[in-house]
């Protein structure tokens, strides 16, 4: 009966999200304000009833409701609470539902939190939403489904993919979504603006709180997954250049190019035209996505299930949403009034020329994921682009913009001054020429690339330090004059300042652990030891385990630094009993920020095992810095001037001094 | 500086980045792709032994031997020829005979297959494309008949 109720209120969603989708914005088009406060209430009730309906297959799945398909296709009554829970997601049918409730989550929150919105583009925001989820409920009720029972329903269901049975599952998936889909609110405003054929700083300004929320749950959903993949698969490897994981890669660097180019057109009111390009180019990469993760055209552990007819269903929305996209950015960009133009040596420019290397390297990975595709279908031959064609592409990119992130807030609005935006960061750079000097002294020139990379690490950390040292007075006024003039920088300033941190903590994590990672091998019986790094691993015994569908055995390993205990690894090799699958559990032990990773192969009738182990140098601060990207949209997103809605935005942002 | 030079100098820059990213990507995708393969092309038509190759087709049963200090060996097979491989490495956990295996490295001047990484399905009820097409051209699958062909324990 629950899942009935379940599958009703995402038919009565669809109706709401019709609903909701053509009667206010008819009323915008009419200047019918009756019709257009509609859009805030169906798109709060749209939200409702994706709920009750998500609500109601979570409950199929907690008391394992084995009469769904659904539920006996991916569950199991011994699986533990929590992957009973994430099931709902793990598999096709529901994190398409997932995809939907999060979709019509943000519509929900613009229509509840955005009364300073104009009526006219709110209700056409709203309606642009309620297309989206329009489509995407509709491809769920006609071609993928949770809700179909099962007559006559078996005893037991045929489990989770164990691959999928992780706390990973439960956190890596909401969060991605919740970015990737999170992506449609500035999409929807990009489209409301066109329509409307309005758009000034204060539009910037209400697209930049969403986009910024959209863009720490995609960091944060990537950085999950990647340290998932990084665990869970045994390889060691925390990032694959794998086509699903550029699908979330990309509307990462489109949103950061967003990012950006909000605050130039919310302060200069320039690059607008651009803005709306980016904000319908960063959802177009998320639909992208969701199209090449969903449809079956690659094989990844992603890919549930191959239906064509659900690939050829969800090509047809990404080509009526980006078709129909590009096609009204053609025909009312040039209606809109252009921006002002800059010179090139200023906050803007260096903000353009962020935006240039991230759309390029954004462009090159587009390349990288779609050409096999491509080839295929004309020529037929079959190639796989993997981690060289990117390092050979999106590497160069990155670098100019890496180096030039420092300059970027220390030159000043409209006219800056590179000369002594260097002076500012002559200590950044010494720092950098300093670790790269004494890196070559030390390691000698076959690590000079890697120093290169150490030294721009060290160069984006400092900088970011320097921007805020230099704004404060550190150092040219007492302290006490600082710390005031600390406070009172606006958050913004302080999250710029953490997130170009963090992208040096980033890029310090990425250079150790692919330079200088080493990894061992070898063959051990109980009692028998290896050594990594000045460690010692010795294979003490086996231990067996069991838990929720699975048993299997743990291999334990002492690990000695200089005859001192300093930890106990126990990989597992586990087999889920129920579709009889072997899986690998991998243990991984940190020291400051390198990690010692072991994962164990097939245990041989004699008790020799083949263990794999690395040591991962600095490779924890790839995730951390992550986090600090995030900390550092938090932050800015806590910023006073985005909480209040200022009633005329637009010029008084000009009153916020460039320094 | 003028409007006019402004706008110059964002169209030159834009244009320099550009073609610098089209330029990396050209040069990339000449260098740094990987050609998929089966076993009866590359014994019909050996690749050098710098190029590195996507291997794809079934382990063939009773080819796995697994040596001291993790080296495996194993024949790939598309049923209709078969070719040696070795790695180092802990394989996959379904890596088994008669599964469908993707390997990529380079073929050594013995003929054997180096591989340095290896992949195989991941859960049961996948079989990689890859895979797929190279046992539809050595006419191995017949999916009229049903399910692929399991040299072995599904």
């Known amino acids: 009966m629950i899942v009935e109720l379940g599958h009703y209120a995402l038919v009565l969603a669809l109706i709401l999200a019709l609903a909701g989708g053509t009667l206010p914005f008819w009323g915008a088009l009419r200047g019918d304000e009756r019709l257009m406060t509609i859009a805030s209430t169906t798109s709060i009730a749209q939200f409702v009833f994706v709920a009750m309906s998500f609500g109601a297959l979570t409950y199929a799945y907690v008391v394992s409701d084995f009469s769904v398909q659904n539920v006996v296709e991916n569950s199991h009554t011994l699986k533990p609470l929590l992957y009973k829970i994430s099931g709902v997601w793990g598999n096709h049918e529901g994190s398409m539902l997932l995809w939907a409730l999060i979709l019509v989550l943000f519509g929900g929150l613009v229509a509840l939190f955005s009364d300073n919105l104009p009526l006219k583009l709110k209700a056409l925001v709203l309606a642009v939403q309620s297309w989206i989820s329009a489509a995407f409920l509709l491809f769920i009720l006609v071609a993928s489904n949770p809700f179909l029972r099962l007559n006559p329903a078996p005893f037991q269901g045929r489990d989770l993919n164990p691959v999928l049975q992780d706390v990973g599952l439960a956190i890596h998936p909401p969060l991605l979504y919740l970015g990737y889909v999170g992506c449609s609110i500035s999409f929807a405003f990009a489209i409301a603006a066109l329509i ?41 490897g925390w990032w694959f250049w794998d086509p699903v994981e550029n699908a979330s890669f990309m ?14 057109m919310e302060k200069r009111e320039a690059l607008k035209i651009w803005t709306i390009l980016l904000a319908i180019l960063t959802f177009s990469l998320s639909l992208l996505g969701t199209f090449l993760v969903r449809s079956g055209v690659l094989t990844s552990v992603h890919a549930f299930a191959t239906d064509p007819t659900r690939g050829i269903f969800i090509l047809c929305i990404l080509c009526v949403f980006i078709g129909g996209a590009f096609s009204l950015f053609a025909a009312r960009a040039g209606t809109l009034s252009q921006g002002g133009l800059f010179a090139p040596i200023s906050r803007e420019g260096a903000l353009v020329l962020n ?25 037929g031959e079959k190639i796989s682009v ?19 992130v420092p300059f970027g807030p220390m030159l000043a ?20 020429m300093a670790v790269m000097i004494v890196g070559l002294a030390l390691m000698g020139t076959p690590s000079a690339l890697a120093l290169f990379g150490v030294a721009l ?16 007075k550190l150092g040219r006024a007492s302290l006490a004059e600082s710390w005031r003039r600390g406070a009172g920088l606006p958050r913004s300033a302080w999250g710029t300042m953490v997130a170009h941190f963090g992208v040096g903590v980033t890029v310090l994590g990425v250079i150790g652990a692919t330079a200088w990672q080493s990894e061992t091998i070898a063959s051990l019986k109980p009692g028998q030891s290896m050594t990594i790094d000045g460690r010692t691993l010795t294979m003490d015994g086996f231990v067996p385990i069991s838990g929720g569908t699975f048993t299997g055995t743990g291999v334990r390993f002492s690990v000695r630094e200089g005859g001192n205990l300093v930890a106990v690894l126990e990989p597992e090799k586990r087999i889920y009993t129920v579709q009889n699958m072997p899986t690998t559990e991998s243990a991984i032990k940190t020291f400051g920020f390198s990690q010692l990773y072991v994962s164990v192969g097939d245990i041989a009738a004699d008790g020799s095992t083949v263990v794999r182990v690395y040591w991962k140098t600095l490779v924890a601060l790839i995730w951390l810095g992550s986090l600090i990207m995030t900390a550092g949209g938090v932050l800015s997103l806590s910023d006073r001037r985005l909480r209040v809605g200022a009633p005329k935005p637009a010029r008084r942002s000009l009153a916020i001094p460039a320094e | 500086m003028t409007r006019k030079q402004r706008r110059l100098t964002l169209i030159s820059l834009a244009g320099i980045v550009l073609a610098s990213a089209v330029g990396l990507v050209l040069f990339a995708l000449s260098d740094g792709i990987t050609f998929f393969t089966s076993p009866s092309d590359v014994l019909a038509n050996r690749p050098s032994p710098e190029q590195r190759v996507r291997l794809g087709g079934l382990v063939e049963v009773g080819s796995v031997v697994k040596e001291a200090d993790g080296l495996v060996r194993f024949a790939v097979t598309d049923g209709k020829s078969s070719l040696q491989a070795r ?26 297959f180096i591989a340095d990484t290896v992949l195989a399905k991941h859960d049961e009820t996948y079989m990689p494309k890859e895979v797929v097409e190279a046992l539809k051209q050595s006419g191995e699958w017949r999916p009229e008949d049903g399910a692929a062909p399991q040299a072995g324990n599904p």
């Open chain 1, 196 to 236: 409307d054929g309005r758009i000034d700083a204060a539009w910037a300004r209400w697209v930049r709180p969403w986009t910024l929320a959209a863009w720490c749950f995609l960091t944060l959903g990537i950085a999950m997954g990647s340290y998932w993949a990084y665990y869970e698969l045994g390889w060691g």
């Open chain 1, 251 to 264: 509307p990462w660097l489109a949103a950061t190019a967003l990012l950006h180019s909000a605050i130039v």
């Open chain 1, 355 to 379: 935006n240039l290397l991230l759309t390029a390297a954004c462009a090159t990975v587009l390349v990288g994921t779609l050409y096999p595709l491509a080839l295929e279908a004309i020529t």
């Open chain 1, 386 to 404: 993997g981690a060289p064609f990117f390092d050979m592409t999106f590497g160069p990119m990155m670098v100019p913009l890496l180096i030039a």
């Open chain 1, 413 to 432: 609005w409209k006219r800056g001054d590179i000369v002594a935006a260097g002076q500012r960061l002559l200590f950044a750079f010494g720092a950098a």
């Open chain 1, 457 to 472: 690490a060290v160069w984006l950390m400092v900088g970011a330090l320097s921007e805020i040292a230099f704004r404060i």
């Open chain 2, 87 to 112: 790695y180092v490495g802990i394989v996959p956990d379904l890596f088994r005979e008669g599964q469908g295996v993707v390997a990529e490295g380079k073929v050594d001047a013995n003929g054997v």
